[in-house]
């Protein structure tokens, strides 16, 4: 068996209320009934890995190490979807001038882009 991302895990203050936002942003679903310091979310078409969302203390980083990149052929759509959903615009000062990428925050502050794949 060769190694694979099985989970991209997430600190959030609210796990309820970021496992609304995520099941409802990506199409995912509880693996298993969660409580309210955990729950790994599923595709619900079984494909890509889960989101693991955990309590957590640690303040947002303004400019994280690791985050997630959203793909859509839409992406103008996509984020007027996902700030209907709860996310924020990001004021980002690193854009480049062809960015092809818009910087949002999931309620919880922690930060993702939605990448312009047309």
């Not at 942003?25 to 729950?39: F, H, Q």
């Not at 640690?58 to 007027?80: F, M």
């Not at 996310?87 to 939605?114: H, I, K, Q």
Request: aromatic share 8%; charged share 30%.
């Amino acid at each position: 068996m060769r190694l694979h991302v099985g989970s991209v895990v997430l600190g959030v203050s609210d796990v309820r209320r970021a496992e609304a936002f995520w099941c409802a942003a990506l199409d995912y679903r509880p693996r298993e009934e969660g409580d309210e310091t955990w729950v790994v979310l599923a595709p619900v078409d079984g494909q890509g890995p889960y989101i693991s969302l955990g309590r957590s203390e640690t303040p947002i980083q303004e400019k994280p190490r690791v985050h997630l990149d959203l793909y859509s052929a839409d992406q103008a759509g996509e984020v007027e979807r996902l700030l209907g959903l709860g996310a924020s615009r990001v004021d980002w000062a690193d854009y480049p001038e062809d960015a092809d990428f818009v910087v949002l925050a999931d309620p919880e502050g922690n930060r993702f882009c939605v990448i312009d794949k047309s």
